[in-house]
């Protein structure tokens, strides 16, 4: 088995790279949709957040409230970290699980968005690091609905492009077109993917 960690600053491309790893074969582990699935209503998880934070992280309906939970996390480094030691363990463990699963010859990429932030970078055959422009970002995350401020905030809360290039054995620039970007994630797959399946 190949264990590619993947990872990037918020808006930097990291699906879009996670998808076309996928189309080549890879089974794409995507720790964003697992921490969605450990805070489902019903589960120990949000009981364990609801706790933390109170009701008003809570839609009507019982759900969490995103929007809510990440107004509280992103203005207090403090509830963040309360957040994280809540959700982070449920994620590693349904990750690993699923990982378990994957036949002993798979090609394994593990999207994980704070992968710099949790050190989990020497968990990996692989790093494999997308960047792109700060511009480029919060444009992106702009499009997405935040208002730039929020998007500067939640890129400032995240690891430095310094610091997750440090850990990385590759990086991919996506701050230009899905085809030259296309085109870095052939190059890797040959030079780096391929080598190791042989």
């Known amino acids: ?8 600053g918020i808006g930097s491309g990291k699906s879009t790279v996670a998808g076309l790893l996928a189309a080549r074969g890879a ?24 706790a933390a934070f109170g009701r008003d992280v809570l839609t009507a309906e019982g759900a969490l409230d995103r929007p809510a939970l990440a107004a509280v996390v992103f203005a207090d480094p403090d509830a963040r970290r309360r957040l994280d030691g809540i959700v982070h ?6 990750a690993a699980e699923l990982v378990a699963a994957a036949p002993p010859d798979a090609v394994v990429v593990q999207d994980v968005p704070l ?7 020497s968990s990996y055959d692989l790093v494999l690091v997308v960047a792109a422009d700060l511009a ?5 995350l702009v499009g997405r609905g935040l208002s730039e401020d929020d998007a500067r905030a939640r890129i400032a ?11 990385a054995d590759v990086v991919l620039d996506n701050s230009g077109t899905v085809e030259e970007l296309e085109a870095q994630v052939d190059r890797f797959w040959a030079e780096r993917v391929a080598p190791a399946l042989r």
């Open 157 to 167: 809360a995240q690891a430095t492009d310094e610091q997750r290039r440090a850990v």
């Open 27 to 50: 089974r794409v582990v995507d720790a964003d949709r697992i921490a969605r699935e450990v805070v489902e209503p019903g589960t120990p998880g949000l009981d364990a957040v609801v």
């Open 115 to 121: 992968l710099v932030e949790t050190g989990q970078a």
């Open 1 to 8: 088995m190949l264990r590619i960690g993947l990872t990037g």
């Open 89 to 94: 363990p449920l994620v590693r463990a349904r």
């Open 136 to 140: 480029t970002r919060v444009e992106r």
